[in-house]
Protein backbone atom coordinates (compact mmCIF):
# COMPACT_ATOMS: atom_id res chain seq x y z
CA UNK A 1 0.00 0.00 0.00
CA UNK A 2 2.87 2.46 1.15
CA UNK A 3 4.71 2.19 -2.41
CA UNK A 4 1.44 2.28 -4.19
CA UNK A 5 0.47 5.77 -2.77
CA UNK A 6 4.78 6.82 -3.12
CA UNK A 7 4.13 6.47 -6.89
CA UNK A 8 0.48 7.91 -6.83
CA UNK A 9 2.17 10.61 -5.22
CA UNK A 10 4.88 10.64 -7.54
CA UNK A 11 2.42 11.30 -10.75
CA UNK A 12 0.27 13.50 -8.76
CA UNK A 13 3.55 15.63 -8.45
CA UNK A 14 4.77 15.17 -12.31
CA UNK A 15 1.09 16.08 -13.57
CA UNK A 16 1.18 19.32 -11.10
CA UNK A 17 5.02 20.33 -12.19
CA UNK A 18 4.03 19.70 -16.34
CA UNK A 19 0.37 21.43 -15.99
CA UNK A 20 2.05 24.41 -14.19
CA UNK A 21 5.14 25.34 -16.09
CA UNK A 22 2.73 24.39 -18.87
CA UNK A 23 0.05 26.81 -18.10
CA UNK A 24 2.61 29.79 -16.43
CA UNK A 25 4.70 29.38 -20.07
CA UNK A 26 1.79 29.95 -22.30
CA UNK A 27 0.27 32.22 -20.25
CA UNK A 28 3.27 34.66 -20.11
CA UNK A 29 3.66 33.52 -24.19
CA UNK A 30 -0.66 35.13 -24.38
CA UNK A 31 -1.65 32.42 -25.24
CA UNK A 32 -3.27 30.09 -22.71
CA UNK A 33 -5.47 30.05 -20.18
CA UNK A 34 -4.13 32.48 -18.29
CA UNK A 35 -4.30 35.91 -19.21
CA UNK A 36 -2.89 37.84 -16.45
CA UNK A 37 1.42 38.07 -17.13
CA UNK A 38 1.96 38.08 -13.09
CA UNK A 39 -0.77 35.05 -12.15
CA UNK A 40 1.42 33.33 -15.34
CA UNK A 41 4.99 33.89 -13.72
CA UNK A 42 3.11 32.62 -9.97
CA UNK A 43 2.09 29.49 -12.25
CA UNK A 44 5.56 28.64 -13.58
CA UNK A 45 7.16 29.67 -10.42
CA UNK A 46 4.86 27.12 -8.28
CA UNK A 47 5.86 24.52 -11.18
CA UNK A 48 9.41 25.34 -10.40
CA UNK A 49 8.70 24.52 -6.82
CA UNK A 50 6.84 21.59 -6.65
CA UNK A 51 10.09 20.20 -9.33
CA UNK A 52 12.16 21.62 -5.96
CA UNK A 53 10.58 19.55 -3.75
CA UNK A 54 10.14 16.17 -5.84
CA UNK A 55 14.38 17.45 -6.15
CA UNK A 56 14.89 17.19 -2.36
CA UNK A 57 13.19 13.94 -2.20
CA UNK A 58 15.56 12.64 -4.59
CA UNK A 59 18.98 13.73 -3.26
CA UNK A 60 18.11 13.00 0.67
CA UNK A 61 16.71 9.56 -0.41
CA UNK A 62 20.13 8.25 1.49
CA UNK A 63 19.51 10.23 4.51
CA UNK A 64 17.06 7.42 6.12
CA UNK A 65 19.20 4.16 5.89
CA UNK A 66 22.68 6.19 6.78
CA UNK A 67 20.54 8.32 9.82
CA UNK A 68 19.17 4.16 10.56
CA UNK A 69 22.73 3.22 10.45
CA UNK A 70 23.86 5.82 12.96
CA UNK A 71 20.60 4.96 15.49
CA UNK A 72 21.07 1.33 15.67
CA UNK A 73 25.59 0.98 15.34
CA UNK A 74 26.58 4.52 16.55
CA UNK A 75 28.46 7.01 14.35
CA UNK A 76 30.88 6.63 11.95
CA UNK A 77 32.70 8.94 9.01
CA UNK A 78 31.41 7.19 6.55
CA UNK A 79 27.85 7.01 7.62
CA UNK A 80 27.99 10.74 8.59
CA UNK A 81 29.35 11.91 5.51
CA UNK A 82 26.64 9.73 3.77
CA UNK A 83 24.14 12.23 6.02
CA UNK A 84 26.49 15.27 4.71
CA UNK A 85 26.19 14.54 0.84
CA UNK A 86 22.81 13.87 0.93
CA UNK A 87 21.89 17.43 3.31
CA UNK A 88 24.32 19.08 0.64
CA UNK A 89 22.50 17.81 -2.75
CA UNK A 90 19.25 19.17 -1.38
CA UNK A 91 20.16 22.44 0.33
CA UNK A 92 20.31 24.26 -3.18
CA UNK A 93 16.77 23.27 -3.81
CA UNK A 94 15.74 24.27 -0.36
CA UNK A 95 16.82 27.95 -0.73
CA UNK A 96 15.42 27.80 -4.51
CA UNK A 97 11.98 27.78 -2.76
CA UNK A 98 12.70 29.92 -0.23
CA UNK A 99 13.31 32.32 -2.63
CA UNK A 100 10.55 31.32 -5.49
CA UNK A 101 7.89 31.69 -2.39
CA UNK A 102 9.24 35.59 -1.45
CA UNK A 103 8.79 36.01 -5.36
CA UNK A 104 5.25 34.50 -5.56
CA UNK A 105 4.23 36.37 -2.57
CA UNK A 106 5.80 39.81 -4.40
CA UNK A 107 4.08 38.78 -7.57
CA UNK A 108 0.77 38.66 -5.72
CA UNK A 109 1.24 41.15 -3.28
CA UNK A 110 2.13 43.81 -6.11
CA UNK A 111 0.51 42.21 -9.85
CA UNK A 112 3.42 43.82 -11.83
CA UNK A 113 2.36 43.96 -15.63
CA UNK A 114 5.06 42.21 -16.46
Request: with cysteine.
Amino acid sequence: MAETLRRVDLVVRVLVIVAMLGYGAAGLAGVGPIHAPWLAAKALLFGLLVFCGLMIRVMVQPFGPAFAEIMRSGSTPEAEARLDGAMNRARPFVVLIWIGLVAMAWLGAIKPPL
